[in-house]
């Protein structure tokens, strides 16, 4: 059975900083990409960060700059280091495993853990 364990969220300030953690099995973490997800109230999942096994990295728009991710291989365990935070950027925030190079397998998902930014 595949977990994905977030760890990391709570309440800051605006312009502070958060690290979520999301640790996994290493059967998956050496050929999956890993990503994080958010959804705010009211809103669509939109997809925040991504870095392939590869190590390629992708960010949305709105946090370029801000936030960056990065995968530890030896602890199968992947960050979101968020700084500059905004209110905008209160939502639940997912960790995702993408088996992208192996469609024949299945996708992951966290169980979220929320940020919440304000003063």
Excluded at 11 to 24: E, H, N, W
């Amino acid at each position: 059975q595949v977990q994905l364990v977030e760890s990391g969220g709570g309440l800051v300030q605006p312009g502070g900083s958060l690290r979520l953690s999301c640790a996994t099995s290493g059967s998956i973490f050496s050929i999956y990409a890993m990503g994080w997800y958010r959804q705010a109230p009211g809103k669509q999942r939109e997809l925040v960060a991504r870095i392939t096994n590869g190590g390629s990295t992708k960010y949305a728009d709105s946090v370029k700059g801000r936030f960056t991710i990065s995968r530890d291989n030896a602890r199968n365990t992947v960050y979101l280091q968020m700084s500059s935070l905004k209110p905008e950027d209160t939502a639940v925030y997912y960790c995702n495993a993408d088996p992208y190079a192996t469609p024949w397998l299945s996708e992951y998902w966290g169980q979220g853990t929320q940020v919440t930014v304000s003063s």
